[in-house]
Every structure is written in C-alpha cells, then in structure tokens.
C-alpha cells in the first residue's frame, strides 16, 4: 500500500534562509507525488505535482521538489523563504482505485515557522 | 468562481447529537470529496462522488456516518450519535476533472468544518 512519511513536524527557519521539507514515500507501483500547503484558516493548495518526466518540479511561491526513484524521495526546497510562507505543508501521494479515480493519502505535515 | 464553501465553520456538540455539514462545491465541478484531519494528522479520505453518484466510501465511513449529493451539486455529511472520536477538521474539495480519473486532476479544497464533540 502506497504512504508517505514526513518526519520533520515542526521546521523552524529565519527569513531569507533556505528551507527543505523532507518526504518519503513508500509504494510498489509508479507514484504521483504532491505536495500541498495549508496556511491558517484556508483550505489546502496543490503547490506542486510530479506525475512524470523531469524529477525536478517546479511549483507556486518560489518552491520546487525533486523526485528521488532510488532514494523514494520528494524533498520540497526553497532557495529564501519569506514570513508569509509560514504554513503547514503536507505530502501526498496519488492512489490508484477501482473505480477509475485517484484518492490521495497524506502524510501527518510538517509545519514551516518563519521568523525575521 | 468564488471557491469551495464549507458552512458552518465550527460545530460544537455534545456527544450523542446529529450534526450535519455542507459544501457547496465550484460551480460545475463533477466531482466531490470530503476528507478528515485530525489534530496532528494529514487529512484523511472518506468519501467521493461523481456527479450524484456516491463511488467510494473509505472504511473510516461507519455506519453512523452519510454523505449526500442529491443533485450533484451541493453535499451534506452527517455524523448520527457524535462520539468524541468524530472531533476533526471535515474538508470539501471538488474538482472539474470528467471521465477516468487521472493523476492530473486538480483538487480545490474548502476551508473546512471544525467538529468538536463534548
């Protein structure tokens, strides 16, 4: 069964350093990964996908992940993160069902905190 | 395009009580999710419809548990005897995506309903 581990819960940063959120993920099949942010009060928003082709992805706000096959990785990366990046940022990955349609499964997120 | 709208926001209730959410998804978007968070958790998938038509139900769906979309429009979920397990934030998300579904669709998640059972 496909899942995704993010073992880092909680990743404080200051303002303008660089910033990577890890994620493992654990499948026999080919995998579709996301990664999705959730800032306060909001619903979550696909930041960036990987379906196939180039392992590194380019998403909103400056952010980029790449795909690791040997490594089951997809780290999501940012050269300078500003404060309004803080947020909880979640893992996905795609599962194929029977009826045609994919369910994502999450992992528990790790929660970026920016400070100046 | 006003996005996907989850009322009420926040739900308190004693346990024992029905309750029940809605979501209004993007305007013709066929297709409709309602996923569970739990504190410290990812969400987690309950259910999904094409349509009017009720596909799948994950297994965290007991039977106290319903989810509606008579028109294929709006979706109400509803929680009968609340126990204080059923506390979690309950997202909407719905997507435009038609026919087989592909790695490619693109969900559009509402804001949430916060349940707290007492």
């Known amino acids: 069964a496909q899942s995704v581990t993010q073992l880092d819960s909680q990743v404080p940063v200051f303002e303008e350093a660089p910033v990577e959120l890890r994620c493992n993920y654990s499948?026999?099949?080919?995998?579709?990964l996301f990664w999705y942010v959730q800032y306060p009060n909001q619903g979550l928003q696909l930041l960036l996908k990987?379906?196939?082709?180039?392992?590194l992805v380019k998403g909103i706000n400056g952010f980029e992940a790449e795909f690791n096959k040997s490594q089951t990785s997809f780290h999501l990366r940012k050269p300078s993160v500003h404060i309004s990046d803080t947020a909880e940022y979640f893992c996905?990955?795609?599962?194929?069902?029977?009826?045609?349609?994919?369910?994502?499964?999450f992992g528990t997120g790790t929660r970026l905190l920016v400070s100046p | 395009d006003t996005g996907v709208s989850q009322n009420p926001r926040h739900k308190i209730t004693k346990r024992g009580q029905n309750v029940t959410f809605r979501c209004d998804p993007i305007?013709?978007?066929?297709?409709l999710y309602w996923y569970r968070q739990t504190l410290g958790q990812g969400p987690e998938f309950l259910t999904y419809f094409q349509n009017e038509a009720q596909l799948e139900k994950s297994r965290l769906l007991s039977d106290r548990f319903s989810a509606e979309r008579p028109k294929g429009s709006f979706s109400t979920l509803e929680i009968q005897r609340t126990e204080q397990g059923d506390s979690a934030m309950y997202l909407c998300?719905?997507?435009?995506?038609?026919?087989?579904?592909?790695?490619?669709?693109?969900?559009?998640f509402g804001s949430g309903t916060q349940l707290s059972v007492l």
């Open positions: 990987y379906l196939s082709g180039s392992t």
């Open positions: 998300a719905s997507s435009p995506r038609v026919g087989t579904g592909s790695a490619d669709e693109k969900l559009f």
């Open positions: 499948s026999s099949v080919s995998v579709y």
């Open positions: 305007s013709e978007h066929n297709r």
């Open positions: 996905a990955v795609s599962v194929h069902l029977n009826t045609g349609f994919q369910k994502l499964v």
